[in-house]
């Protein structure tokens, strides 16, 4: 066998492990994907008070909920992670159009509570937000685009399926 017809072969053997590998990997997120698909959004769902984009400091019809779940927003997005400071709603909203499972909790809520929540929401996988909520009548409220779980206790495991379940499940596909 010459050296031309070794290299060949080997060309065509990495080009079909390079493809299998790439099916199988595809095949995969493809699986996680309609796995994730099939399950039903968690929360209540909210009346849809619609995506329109507002001037900055503009005034719009109140919010159906606390913490809104859709309604007028910025055009800037709150960005993802965990934020310490209260961020404006429009921000947010604006984010979750994008597809943000956001995790509030009360601004008072003790740091032992707060660090539970942070576990939970650090591994966890998907666009999320993490923020405290100054007029937040529970301990810790879930929202998505359209959806509303409140919660009266730190309950990790709900806030890690609450993220992993209704991230990225909005009308827009866009940076958080």
Known sequence: MSVETKIIGS???????????????????????????????????MPDQGAIHVKEGSTHIAYNSNPPTSGPHWAGVAGPGIKDE???????????EH?????????????????????AFNNSLGKKIMLP???LDVPVALTSWGYLLK????DTKIIKEFIETNNDRAPEKAAI
């Open 99 to 119: 597809g943000a499972a956001v995790v509030w909790y009360k601004s008072d809520l003790d740091k032992e509570e707060v660090d539970k929540i942070k576990e």
């Open 11 to 45: 060309i065509i053997l990495l080009t079909i492990l390079v493809l299998g590998g790439s099916v199988l990997l595809i095949n995969k997120d493809g699986i996680a994907t309609k796995e994730k698909l099939s399950k039903p959004l968690m929360g209540e769902k």
């Open 151 to 154: 919660l009266n206790t730190v």
């Open 133 to 135: 909520r100054k007029e």
């Open 86 to 96: 209260a961020v404006p709603d429009e921000l947010v909203l604006h984010s979750m």
